[in-house]
C-alpha cells in the first residue's frame, strides 16, 4: 500500500491524466477516486489542486476529441462498435441517444453526468458534422464542469479520504489487494448489468426476408424506424416506414403485427421500444433481426428524401 501512496503522492497528476483517458476513451477504469484522491492528497501537502483541475479537464476533452475525429470519418460504423464494445449497453438505446437528438451539441455540456452517454455523444457529434471549434467549446465546459465536481468532492471529504488512506495503509499489502477487489468489482458490475439488460431484452426477431414476404402479400405490418433523423436522411428507410423518436412522438394505430427497426448492435434500440409497446397491449411485435442494415443489404427497396423517391439498394 506504501507503493500505491507513494505514486499518488510523486506522480498523482499523471495518475490522474490516465484514470480520466481511459475512463473516458470506454476503458471501464473509474476515474473519479483517482481525482479525489489527489486532490485530498495535495490538499494535505499544501500544494494547489488547480493542476488537477487542468489536467483532468484536458485529459477528458483529449478522449472525446478522438471519438469525435472517429465518429466523423467511420460514422456510424464507429457508433455500432462502441455500443457492441460497451459495458453500459443502456448507453445505445434510443432514450439515451434521443437526447442527443434533441439538444445537439449542447448536451456534451452534460454528457459526462449520464452513465454511458459521454462517448455517444462526442461520436455522435463527430457523425453529424459538428464544427471542431464548436465540439470543443462544449465539450470543454462538461468536461470543466465534470472534473470540477471531482476535486471539489475532494476538498469537501479530504478529512475522510485521509482517515481511509491511513487504515489502507495500516492493512499494508492487504489495503492494496483491497483496492484492486474494488476496481474489479466494479469492471463485473458492469458486465453482469449489461448482460442483464441483454438477456431482459430477449426476444424472437423478424428478418428482412420474412418482413417483406408479409409486406408482398399484403399483410404489412406497422413498421417503426426508431434512427436518429441524421441517419433516416443520409441512408433512407423502409418505405411505409413511421419515425419514432419517442412513444410519446406519435399516436399509435392498433395493429396485429408492429416491427421495429433500429441500427445499432443486437438491435437495442428496437428491442427497448419493443417491450414498451408489449406493454401498453401490442401483442405480436418484433425487432428486425440487423435492423437497416439488414433490409438494405438484402437488395429491398428503400425510400429516400431526395425527390427520387426510392432506389434498389
Known amino acids: 500500500m506504501d507503493t500505491l501512496l507513494y505514486l499518488i503522492a510523486t506522480y498523482g497528476l499523471l495518475v490522474v491524466a490516465v484514470s480520466v483517458f481511459l475512463d473516458q476513451g470506454g476503458v471501464p477504469v473509474p476515474a473519479y477516486p483517482p481525482i479525489i484522491v489527489t486532490t485530498s492528497m ?9 493542476p488537477i483541475l487542468i489536467v483532468s479537464t484536458l485529459a477528458a476533452v483529449v478522449a472525446d476529441w ?43 455540456m452534460v454528457a459526462k453526468f449520464v452513465p454511458g452517454f459521454a462517448a455517444v455523444a462526442t461520436t455522435l457529434a463527430g457523425e453529424t458534422g459538428v464544427s471542431t471549434r464548436r465540439f470543443l467549446m462544449f465539450d470543454t465546459i462538461g468536461a470543466l464542469l465534470w472534473s470540477g465536481l471531482a476535486v471539489a468532492l475532494g476538498v469537501l471529504f479530504k478529512d475522510v479520504v485521509e482517515s ?78 413511421v419515425f419514432v423518436n419517442s412513444l410519446s412522438d406519435v399516436t ?29 397491449g401490442f401483442r405480436r411485435v418484433r425487432p428486425l433481426a440487423g435492423g437497416f442494415d439488414a433490409w438494405r443489404e438484402s437488395g429491398r427497396q428503400v425510400a429516400l428524401a431526395s425527390p427520387m423517391a426510392t432506389e434498389n439498394a
Open 164 to 241: 481511509v488512506l491511513t487504515q489502507l495503509d495500516e492493512l499494508g499489502r492487504y489495503g492494496l489487494m483491497l483496492v484492486l477487489v474494488l476496481i474489479l468489482g466494479f469492471i463485473l458490475w458492469k458486465w453482469f448489468n449489461r448482460h442483464r439488460v441483454l438477456q431482459q431484452l430477449r426476444m424472437a426477431r423478424i428478418t428482412a426476408d420474412e418482413l417483406h414476404g408479409l409486406i408482398e402479400t399484403g399483410g404489412a405490418p406497422l413498421i417503426l424506424d426508431v434512427r436518429s433523423n441524421e441517419r433516416r436522411e443520409s441512408s433512407g428507410w423502409i418505405p411505409g416506414a
Open 42 to 50: 495535495a490538499l494535505q501537502a499544501g500544494e494547489s489542486v488547480w
Open 66 to 108: 478522438l471519438w469525435f475525429i472517429g465518429g466523423r470519418r467511420l460514422g456510424a460504423k464507429l457508433v455500432r462498435l462502441m455500443c457492441k464494445l460497451s459495458l453500459s449497453p443502456d448507453s445505445c438505446v434510443l432514450r439515451t441517444r434521443g437526447v442527443y437528438g434533441r439538444w445537439g451539441p449542447a448536451s456534451l
Open 252 to 280: 399509435l394505430p392498433d395493429q396485429d403485427q408492429v416491427v421495429v427497426y433500429c441500427d445499432c448492435p443486437n438491435e437495442l434500440s428496437a428491442a427497448v421500444l419493443a417491450r414498451e409497446l408489449q406493454k401498453r
